[in-house]
């Protein structure tokens, strides 16, 4: 087709020039409008998008402040850290993150149902704000990650710092262990300051020095693309790392116990009733706390929480249980202080009838003084005691020295334990007392109850004269002051007091449980003896059904006898007392007692090595112990079984004033009666 | 009477302006893709430039009345290829829009259709100017330009498709339509779109949910209303100065949607500002003056009513992507003529100048 221009100039009309100039006018009309509008984005919201756009591409990640370490009192390392990598999901780079649940859970190895409550938990949360799902990931679960980063944007890893814990339960139970702050802490007041994903302590000292221990998790501002790749960094907030905890337990002590207490069911607690630092303390079984810092597995938590012998639970400090015989120090006390054991003798046929009920003790002990009734642990002398004294009384020493009442030791859940008394009947259960229940207190049997430290603190302040301390597993002047006084403000309990005691009184008690230790006959403790230590202590079998208390039948298995000690080196203003449970394991004297002398052995041995005046004790050597001469002191009548005169070891308080140096070490002539 | 023109009637001032903002828009396409995977856009924008220019000058060279006459043709042809695009075309983003020529060229018929409708428009109505419009004649011209448009809607591609109407709406404004018809239109429309606004079922999900999305665009943050506001927060924290070349967060943060094509007005305005946007807004305001200046000086009618049909689309394409880059107006996927990246954008806009240098030259022709 050939254009012919003349058939375009056969017209000679044109546009209108009005209607050309209406077009640039309309040109011009849409060009102030668009100048208007960016006047309006760029001058006067200029301020805002500005905000906007560093909110865009500014994304805080945390930096998580290493948790304080965890020493032992002469600075050995108890709970360190290590490196690890943990998996974060970034809800911004997620498409449909509820889409990608069953390939991260798969990926991941975590139960589905785990990512979604997860996911649940930070609904509440900004966006921009990563949630940990899985710390500690495998090299296998990091290789998903990688190989996974275009299906799954939304995945992060970090490195972190992980707790590292002694293994197979090393002391779990005091140190406790760290884990995710759960949705019903957030609730309660005390996580005030806790958001989502703060890893905190959850038990033990982990969860008493929380705060101190925690530090202050820091912040980077990282610069982020859209995709929340980073492709700078603006600034952070350094993480300040939590402060290191230096406990008041001593290792080498602590090995001890745990040794002793292995395939035990129970507790041991060593405590120096000086200041009340808590030298050792075990409960046994034991739990791995590594698996609550990484990764706790379903079967291992239903494992714990079912076994019939709690693992998690402390015994030392939650173990609410019958004293059994050890409760006879506390018995002689009252006794004592009362002025009514003093001169009491009471003839022992294997037990006796109170209230018209027969009430049986395990041997024909013959006349029985306060002296012998210790030592022998005579059922019959303290059935009669306790008759004599009644309930009240009984309650009124038991409560001076701290039994039902929480010690106030600083880690959380302790037991309070229970002192009965006419009161506390009427208060729990709106009941009178009865007379014939005072019979079983005298023997710590019936519904007194106590923890292994309450009787640890207990014989801690008999022994001293009356000086009882709040025991602790930190030192409270290393604390920052305002922080020493909170702790004992959230731990109440009897603490630091003084009570009046009679000297010779406690030194009676004191002089007869280290009688009980020594092979004066006395079948209680004396298989337990150290020799080259002054040892004393008091067993107890508290037995679990009551039809035959006082009598020799142990029963099996769950219905065994408890078994007690609890003891103390040396007898006077001791340095150390250990109390010792072990659940079903008869007697307190073969079951429980072993276990108190291993570990003062090793206190005493080290106490020496450290003052440079160990001497190697000679084998065949009697035990330097004084003996008291009770025989002479407490008169008998004779016909009573004597106990079977053996060669008196020599007396020799010049090794013990050489070993032990010292006014606490007290000539024990000085207190007889 | 001169048959040829001379370069000395070439529009140098036209060809200088739209020369600044090839420049500006290649700067800008390079910073956009700086650290992206399309880090070469800013080459191969030369590359278009550059065959686009020749393509300006060849068809310079070709009387315009030529390009009249063959318009049917070219019209025929448009449509078979908008079947065909249907039928062979290249899915890209849930449009059918692309036909693959091999070698990794696209062909895309429905820019080029712009340019058609442009010369059938002007060759439908300059032989009806000087009469009163009648409704056959406008009725024909609706139909003209409706079935290609259909055809891109079921493409679907809206923003295309939209961009046909400016040509109709000048060729009837200059061919001569009376304020009565215009009216009339005038309601029709208004009544027929908001009907289908109503049912709402003549547009794809995401057509709808691109039109929703401007009336509140923070209900949803990740679709259309993200880049919305991605936009807004690109051009509005550039402030008056901009935060210079290769600096805007938005931009280099990949926040703003494709920054290189559609939104290349927001990452201009990020990184230089109100200034530097004001002087993009002038150098149009130049253009378009220039445009119907020569409009004015054309030798004829069909020269008019071609150069008036190119300063329509591109008035429109401006507003609209401006508008959308700024909140006013919907995302609609209209390319910013002579800055956006893109091959077929830059070939119908520098074809289309390159008629109205025809026409230019052609003025003194009579």
């Given at each position: 087709m ?8 056969a017209?000679e ?5 009005g209607?050309l100039?209406?077009t ?10 668009l ?5 309006r984005?760029q001058?006067l ?6 905000q906007?756009?560093e ?9 998580r402040?290493?948790r ?7 600075g ?16 911004e ?5 509820q ?6 859970a ?5 139960p ?10 930070y ?7 990563s949630?940990?799902?899985k710390?500690?990931?495998t090299?296998d679960?990091?290789a ?10 939304e995945?992060?890893t970090r490195?972190d710092q ?6 197979d339960?090393?002391?779990?139970h005091?140190?406790?262990y ?5 949705e019903e802490d ?8 806790y958001?989502?994903?703060?890893v905190v302590?959850k ?6 020095y929380?705060?101190l221990?925690r530090?202050v ?6 610069v982020v ?8 960094q603006l ?5 300040v ?7 008041t ?11 002793a207490?292995?395939?035990?069911n ?7 009733p000086h ?6 303390m075990?409960?046994?079984?034991a739990?791995d706390p590594?698996q609550?810092a ?7 938590w239903s ?5 019939p ?5 402390n015994?030392?400090?939650q173990a609410?249980?019958?004293?059994g015989?050890?409760?006879k120090?506390i018995?002689?006390l009252?006794g004592l202080e ?5 001169d009491?003798r009471?003839?022992c ?5 109170f209230?018209?009920?027969?009430f049986?003790?395990?041997?024909h002990?013959g006349?029985?003084d306060i ?5 022998w642990s ?9 008759e004599?004294l009644g ?15 929480k010690?106030?030791?600083d880690l959380p ?14 208060r ?11 019979i079983?207190v005298?023997i ?6 106590v923890t ?6 207990a014989?801690?302040?008999?022994a001293s004269g ?6 602790h597993?930190?030192f409270?002047d290393?604390?920052p002051?305002d ?17 009046p005691?009679?000297t010779p009184?406690?030194?009676t008690?004191t002089?007869?449980m280290a009688?009980?230790?020594?092979p004066?006959?006395y079948?209680?403790?004396a298989?337990?003896?150290?020799e ?6 008091k ?5 679990l059904?009551?039809h035959?208390?006082g009598g ?10 408890n078994a ?5 080196a040396?007898?006077r203003?001791?340095d150390i007392v250990?109390?010792v ?9 073969t ?7 291993q570990v003062?052995n090793?206190?005493v041995t080290k106490?020496r090595r ?9 084998a065949p050597k ?5 003996a008291?001469?009770q025989?002479?002191?407490?008169p008998?009548?004779?016909g009573?079984?004597q106990?079977?005169?053996q060669p008196?070891?020599?007396t ?6 050489m070993?032990?140096p010292g ?5 024990p002539?000085s207190?007889?009666? | 009477?001169?048959?040829f023109s001379?370069f000395?009637?070439?529009d ?9 903002i ?6 800008e396409?390079?910073?956009?893709t700086l ?7 800013g080459e ?15 068809i310079?060279?070709?009387d315009y009345h030529?390009?009249?006459?063959i318009?049917?043709?070219a019209?025929?042809?448009s ?6 695009v ?5 899915k890209v983003m849930?449009?059918r829009r692309?036909i ?10 429905s ?7 442009i010369l059938?428009m002007?060759?439908f109505?300059w032989g ?11 009725g024909k ?7 290609p448009?259909?055809?891109v ?13 400016p ?6 404004f ?16 208004t009544?027929?779109g908001?009907?289908a606004w ?12 691109r ?10 943050p990740r679709?259309?209303g993200y ?6 927060i690109a051009?509005?924290s550039g402030?008056i100065?901009?935060k210079?070349?290769n ?19 927001a ?5 230089h ?7 993009i807004?002038?150098?149009y305001f130049l253009?378009?003056t220039r445009l119907?200046?020569?409009a004015?000086?054309a030798?004829?009618?069909?020269g008019?009513?071609i150069?008036?049909?190119?300063v329509s689309?591109?008035?429109?394409q401006?507003?609209v992507n401006i508008g959308?880059v700024l909140?006013?107006?919907?995302v ?5 003529p002579?800055?956006s990246y893109g ?7 520098l074809l289309?100048?390159?008629?109205v240098?025809n026409i230019?030259m052609r003025?003194?022709?009579?």
């Amino acid at each position: 087709m050939i254009a012919n221009p003349d058939r375009y100039n056969a017209r000679e009309e044109k546009v209108s020039p009005g209607k050309l100039h209406a077009t640039q006018y309309i040109v011009v009309l849409v060009l102030v409008v668009l100048a208007t509008g960016m006047w309006r984005l760029q001058v006067l919201g200029a301020d805002s998008y500005r905000q906007l756009a560093e909110a865009n591409r500014i994304r805080k990640d945390p930096v998580r402040a290493p948790r304080g370490k965890i020493f032992d009192r002469e600075g050995r390392i108890l709970v360190d850290n290590y490196p690890s990598v943990s998996c974060y999901l970034l809800r911004e780079q997620a498409k449909d993150v509820q889409a990608d649940v069953p390939m991260i859970a798969r990926g991941l190895n975590l139960p589905v149902e785990q990512v979604e409550t997860t996911l649940r938990r930070y609904q509440i949360t900004p966006k921009y704000e990563s949630i940990l799902l899985k710390q500690d990931i495998t090299q296998d679960e990091q290789a998903f990650i990688e190989a996974h980063r275009n299906e799954l944007p939304e995945l992060e890893t970090r490195d972190d710092q992980r707790r590292l814990y002694p293994r197979d339960g090393f002391a779990a139970h005091l140190i406790g262990y760290v884990g995710e702050v759960s949705e019903e802490d957030l609730n309660s007041s005390k996580y005030d300051f806790y958001e989502p994903g703060d890893v905190v302590g959850k038990s033990g000292v982990e969860e008493t020095y929380d705060s101190l221990l925690r530090g202050v998790d820091g912040s980077r501002d990282v610069v982020v693309d859209s995709h929340g790749r980073e492709v700078g960094q603006l600034g952070q907030q350094l993480a300040v790392p939590g402060k290191d905890l230096r406990l008041t337990i001593d290792l080498d002590l602590q090995r001890v116990a745990e040794q002793a207490m292995e395939g035990k069911n129970g507790a041991l607690v060593a405590m120096d009733p000086h200041t009340g630092e808590i030298l050792a303390m075990v409960s046994r079984p034991a739990f791995d706390p590594n698996q609550f810092a990484v990764r706790l597995t379903r079967s291992y938590w239903s494992q714990l929480v079912n076994d019939p012998d709690h693992p998690l639970m402390n015994k030392a400090i939650q173990a609410q249980l019958a004293p059994g015989s050890t409760f006879k120090i506390i018995m002689s006390l009252a006794g004592l202080e009362e002025n009514v054991a003093q001169d009491m003798r009471v003839m022992c046929n294997g037990g006796g009838t109170f209230y018209g009920r027969f009430f049986a003790c395990d041997h024909h002990h013959g006349m029985v003084d306060i002296d012998h009734a210790i030592p022998w642990s005579c059922d019959t002398y303290y059935y009669t005691l306790a008759e004599k004294l009644g309930i009240d009384t009984i309650a009124k020493y038991g409560t001076e020295v701290g039994l039902g009442q929480k010690t106030g030791i600083d880690l959380p859940d302790e037991a309070t334990g229970t002192m009965p008394s006419t009161a506390w009947k009427l208060r729990t259960q709106h009941e009178k007392w009865y007379a014939g229940e005072t019979i079983s207190v005298g023997i710590g049997q019936g519904s007194v109850q106590v923890t292994p430290l309450q009787l640890a603190r207990a014989l801690s302040g008999i022994a001293s004269g009356g000086v009882l301390k709040r025991p602790h597993v930190v030192f409270p002047d290393e604390l920052p002051p305002d922080m020493g006084s909170a702790i004992a403000a959230s731990y109440p309990g009897s603490g630091d007091r003084t009570i009046p005691l009679t000297t010779p009184n406690w030194e009676t008690i004191t002089d007869a449980m280290a009688q009980t230790m020594l092979p004066g006959g006395y079948d209680t403790g004396a298989a337990v003896r150290l020799e080259g230590i002054d040892f004393a202590g008091k067993t107890g079998t508290a037995q679990l059904v009551n039809h035959s208390i006082g009598g020799n039948n142990l029963l099996t298995g769950a219905a065994r006898a408890n078994a007690w000690f609890v003891g103390m080196a040396p007898r006077r203003n001791p340095d150390i007392v250990v109390a010792v449970l072990c659940e079903h394991g008869g007697w307190g004297a073969t079951a429980a007692a072993p276990l108190a002398a291993q570990v003062i052995n090793a206190f005493v041995t080290k106490q020496r090595r450290r003052e440079g005046n160990l001497i190697q004790v000679s084998a065949p050597k009697p035990a330097a112990v004084p003996a008291i001469s009770q025989p002479s002191s407490s008169p008998q009548p004779s016909g009573l079984p004597q106990p079977p005169s053996q060669p008196k070891p020599p007396t020799a308080p010049a090794d013990i004033s050489m070993i032990e140096p010292g006014p606490r070490v007290a000539g024990p002539e000085s207190n007889q009666h | 009477m001169r048959r040829f023109s001379s370069f000395r009637d070439f529009d140098w001032m036209l060809l200088t302006l739209v020369l600044l903002i090839s420049v500006i828009s290649v700067l800008e396409i390079k910073s956009a893709t700086l650290n992206t995977k399309f880090h070469g856009f800013g080459e191969k924008q030369i590359g278009f430039l550059l065959i686009g220019l020749l393509l300006m000058f060849l068809i310079s060279f070709v009387d315009y009345h030529r390009l009249v006459d063959i318009a049917p043709w070219a019209y025929g042809v448009s449509l078979l290829a908008l079947v065909a695009v249907l039928k062979v075309g290249t899915k890209v983003m849930g449009g059918r829009r692309w036909i693959n020529l091999g070698g990794g060229v696209h062909f895309q018929p429905s820019e080029w259709v712009k340019l058609v409708l442009i010369l059938m428009m002007a060759r439908f109505f300059w032989g009806r100017v000087g009469r009163d419009l009648s409704w056959t004649d406008i009725g024909k011209a609706f139909a003209l330009v409706c079935i290609p448009m259909a055809l891109v809607l079921k493409q679907p591609d809206l923003g295309t498709a939209l961009t046909y109407f400016p040509a109709l709406v000048v060729g009837l404004f200059l061919g001569g339509i009376r304020i009565k018809q215009f009216a009339i239109l005038l309601l029709g429309f208004t009544l027929l779109g908001g009907g289908a606004w109503m049912s709402g079922k003549r547009l794809k999900p995401y057509q709808m949910a691109r039109l929703t999305s401007f009336l509140d665009p923070a209900s949803d943050p990740r679709g259309a209303g993200y880049q919305l506001l991605q936009s807004k927060i690109a051009v509005g924290s550039g402030g008056i100065w901009g935060k210079g070349a290769n600096k805007g967060t938005q931009t280099q943060g990949d926040f703003l949607p494709i920054p290189y094509t559609d939104f290349i007005f927001a990452a201009f305005c990020e990184e230089h500002g109100f200034v530097g946007g004001m002087g993009i807004l002038l150098i149009y305001f130049l253009i378009l003056t220039r445009l119907i200046q020569n409009a004015q000086q054309a030798s004829d009618l069909p020269g008019t009513f071609i150069v008036m049909g190119v300063v329509s689309v591109m008035l429109f394409q401006i507003v609209v992507n401006i508008g959308m880059v700024l909140g006013l107006m919907p995302v609609t996927g209209i390319p910013l003529p002579l800055m956006s990246y893109g091959g077929s954008s830059v070939l119908f806009t520098l074809l289309a100048l390159g008629i109205v240098m025809n026409i230019r030259m052609r003025r003194f022709v009579n």
